[in-house]
Every structure is written in C-alpha cells, then in structure tokens.
C-alpha cells in the first residue's frame, strides 16, 4: 500500500511541476510565441526576462518557484510527513518536481532546467547561506568584461548547490543561531538533522548540470567542430554558453558570452 501511496505522490509531484508557468505568461502577455523558438530557445523565467520583459520574467519566475513548494507541501499533507523524521521522503519529491518541470509533457516532453525550482528549497531550508552564497555572484557580475563576468557567475551558480550542501553539514555541528534559521521553524518543525539536505544538494546539483548539458545546443556544436565530447560537455555545462553562432536572441550577432572565453582562437 506504501508503495502505491509514494507512486502516485511522485506522480502528483510530476504534474505539478510539469505545468508551464513560463509558456503561459509568454502566451499572455505575446500570443503566439513560443519560448523553444526564441530568446535562449529555454522554456523557463530566464528566457521570458530575455524575450517579453523583466515584469513578465520575474512573476514567471516567482510561479516556477512556489509550484516546487507548493508541490512538497501538499505531499507533505497527504502524507502526514514531517520535516524531521521523514525529510528523506519529502526531499525525494523534489526530483519529480524538476523532472515535470524539464519535461512537461504539454511542452512536448521539454521544459526548463528547473533552477528557480531548485532555488525555491534552497532558500527555504537556508534562507540566510542562501543570501551570503549570492553575494559574491552579485559582485562577480559587474566586472569590465562582461563576457568573462558572466561565464564565471555561471560556474558559481553551479557551486552554489556544493556550497550549500558543506554549510548545512557543518549547520549539524552549530549551536541553533541566525545562520541555522530557516522557514521550518515558523511551522514549529526545525529540522534536527541535515544530512538529508546536504545529500540532495549534491544531487540538485547533478540533475542541473546534466539539464544544462541536454539544453544547450552547442555541445552538439562543439562536437562537430571537433571538440571532444567530454570538454564540449564540461565547458557547456560548466559555463553554459551558447554557439557562437546561434544567439538564438539576434541571429548572426556575437553573443555577450562565446567560445573565445573557453577556447584559444588559433592563429
């Protein structure tokens, strides 16, 4: 019986991240666009920000973002779990969520690549690491080259789930502080033990980098060119840069980021 529960909870789960809040803003606001054709070609808030505004952007992000919790606190009723001594269930959630949200079978099994879900848990089980991990991006962003500042936020990013995960382990070995506070303890649940997110974090940060990879259409690129498939599949999921060729935002433009921060141009 536990095991029907848990599978039709992972498919509740899936369901609710598969609806796509980016698509139907875009819709809203430009009928008739489709996120997969332009911008980023990405069906997630990044791509609606690029393509229909900082407005639509941010509330699709904001939805992308509330359907993961929301996702995990409807389970979390159905199931009677609590956040302490069934935190391994409720996180296990999380990847069904990311799942609907890459592939939404009403984008045709495409989607996003589930960051804003992601971010969602981060910030709600360590809201202030959260904000001290951001920092630094912030400031890396604003650097003379552009170019340069932006593939290195990308790669911070991509730590940014690591960071977490070694500041919740070390969180166990703190006395209960500011820096240990998080959304759990306004429902009178502060977790005990967090182990259970230290683990995940990791695997939160696996499932993003390989979505990256599957999105990004250089790597296919790079492969043709020559570039072995392994540094195609590092440098683009590393630094999650686009063909030089295809800024899919102006077409026959030089993307802000390109492959002359990755590879030596020869000669």
Not at 91 to 106: A, K, M, Q, R
Not at 107 to 121: D, H, P, Q, T, V
Not at 213 to 238: C, E, H, Q, T
Request: hydrophobic residues 50%; aromatic residues 14%.
């Amino acid at each position: 019986m536990f095991l029907l529960e848990l599978l039709g909870i992972y498919v509740l789960a899936y369901c609710i991240g598969s609806i796509p809040f980016s698509q139907i803003i875009t819709t809203l606001v430009k009928p008739g666009t489709n996120l997969r054709e332009v911008g980023s070609a990405n069906s997630g808030a990044t791509n609606v920000f690029i393509t229909v505004g900082p407005v639509p952007g941010i509330i699709a992000l904001l939805l992308d973002m509330s359907k993961g919790l929301v996702a995990l606190f409807i389970v979390k009723s159905i199931m009677q779990w609590s956040f302490n001594a069934d935190l391994w269930w409720l996180l296990s959630v999380t990847l069904f969520v990311v799942l609907g949200h890459d592939y939404s079978p009403f984008l045709g099994f495409k989607g996003g690549k589930g960051f804003a879900i992601l971010e969602s848990y981060l910030i709600f089980f360590g809201p202030v690491w959260v904000i001290m991990v951001h920092l630094p991006q912030a400031i890396v962003l604003f650097q003379k080259n552009m170019q340069r500042g932006i593939a290195v936020a990308n790669i911070m990013v991509l730590l940014m789930f690591p960071i977490m995960g070694c500041l919740w382990f070390v969180e166990n070995h703190m006395e209960a502080n500011w820096l240990t506070w998080d959304f759990t303890h306004i429902l009178g649940e502060p977790i005990q033990q967090t182990l259970p997110l230290t683990v995940f974090s990791f695997i939160w940060m696996v499932i993003y980098f390989v979505q990256r990879v599957l999105d990004n259409p250089g790597v296919k690129d790079d492969i043709n060119k020559g570039i072995s498939a392994w540094r195609a599949i590092m440098l683009r999921g590393v630094f999650e840069v686009f063909p030089l060729e295809s800024d899919y935002r102006h077409p026959g433009e030089i993307m802000p980021m390109g492959e002359d921060v990755l590879v030596p141009k020869k000669g």
